[in-house]
């Protein structure tokens, strides 16, 4: 007998954007699994905070910044052990993601090492798209409208190409990759339908239309959507 | 003294996977609305099930099929008028969605007519999106990936071209546009990489490799994830 592995969505961090299911198996679940940054952080700890029970065996996952080195991947293997540890002992394990587990989550670096040796359920969750839409107000998608998801890490003229030929987009992860997106709107002539967000339902949360936006960086959790008129 | 609305996404079925924070609004809201089908019947209506009260005013918007039709535009109206009323009665009311209010739902129409004049909060939800990759197992976005969000409902040259170009897709809202999204998969070689998603995560979930589907129709909640390889 080997235990069960949960990728849990917990949405984009407000606590009470969680599922109820996710909510009823942080709390029934005897191992609790949870990235930290090297600082010793872990945001999508502090979402779970009033589902976590006092009784949980708790692991933290130390998680690099970057994830195409061999470091990283080295982590990530490291990280799929501990896992599986627990679940050769037969306990089950929950293993909490930011937003969606599928969507531009560390959570399939894990999930691709484990899905073939283990149980594993994928709870969804909401993901910081439709957080970020809900934040501004913002309608993403109806009727016969195409959206594209891109993240802010593409190279420029990829990005350029992508946002070109798309009447509705949402750009992923801005970080430092601000005024490189910012740029590629402008040339577009963009900016006017273009809206950043930061820390989406968040209680720091920021609105602000790109033309107004006068930051030289963004945090990684931040968003910039762009409806432009292309018929 | 007016209400608030609130615009809830349910997500794609599970009652467990609606948000802590919309059961807790179904609960505590007056009145409770939701788009109810010609038959009578309305999916969200039994998402929310477990969450309504038994002291709710209960208000069903009939919903018509169509969405662009003079009469769709007026019966949309009309719904607009039902929930004010109650708004200016100074009483709140929780308009129940699927998946997530912002993505291909007809909360929108309904929006449009009120948030410039009522205080609207949208509460964001799964969206079928995400729900449909994690009931197929399948990250969708990772790294630099690029996402296509279409609705099955395009024309055949304007999918083609889309599915042509992008290295991960989400076909919507398959319904009676099988054949046709099929024809597009298949004439783009990508058959092998496509998955057909039948009400994910609900009880009567269906995961079928596009390769492997024989059905000449789909129900209005199925999807076709296509991975493609586009280095």
Redesign the interface.
């Known amino acids: 007998m080997t235990g069960k592995v949960y990728g849990l969505?917990l949405?984009?961090g407000?606590?009470?954007?969680?599922?109820?299911?996710a909510?009823?198996l942080i709390g029934a679940t005897p191992v609790v699994a949870y990235p930290r940054t090297q600082h010793g952080d872990s945001f999508v700890r502090e979402i779970a905070a009033p589902y976590v029970p006092a009784t949980a065996i708790e692991l933290p996952l130390d998680t690099p910044m970057a994830?195409?080195t061999a470091i990283a991947q080295a982590k990530y293997d490291e990280h799929a052990e501990l896992v599986a540890a627990h679940l050769e002992a037969d306990r089950d394990v929950v293993l909490l993601c930011e937003g969606?587990?599928?969507?531009?989550?560390s959570f399939?670096y894990i999930?691709d090492r484990l899905?073939d040796r283990y149980e594993?359920e994928?709870?969804?969750?909401?993901?910081s798209?439709?957080?970020c839409?809900?934040a501004a107000?913002?309608?993403?998608?109806?009727?016969?409208?195409?959206?594209?998801?891109?993240?802010a890490?593409?190279p420029e003229a990829v990005l350029e190409r992508?946002l070109a030929?798309t009447s509705a987009a949402v750009v992923m992860k801005i970080g430092r990759h601000l005024d490189k997106v910012r740029r590629v709107i402008d040339r577009l002539g963009a900016t006017g339908g273009a809206t950043y967000v930061e820390r989406a339902?968040n209680p720091s949360q920021r609105v602000v239309p790109l033309a107004r936006l006068t930051d030289a960086e963004a945090p990684y959790f931040s968003v910039i959507l762009v409806f432009r008129d292309t018929d």
């Open positions: 969505g949405g984009p407000d606590s009470e954007l969680v599922t109820v299911k909510a009823r994830i195409d969606d587990p599928f969507v531009f989550g399939m999930y899905a594993v994928v709870v969804p969750g909401v993901s798209i439709t957080a839409a809900a107000g913002l309608p993403l998608a109806g009727r016969e409208d195409i959206l594209t998801i891109l993240p890490t593409l992508e030929q339902l």
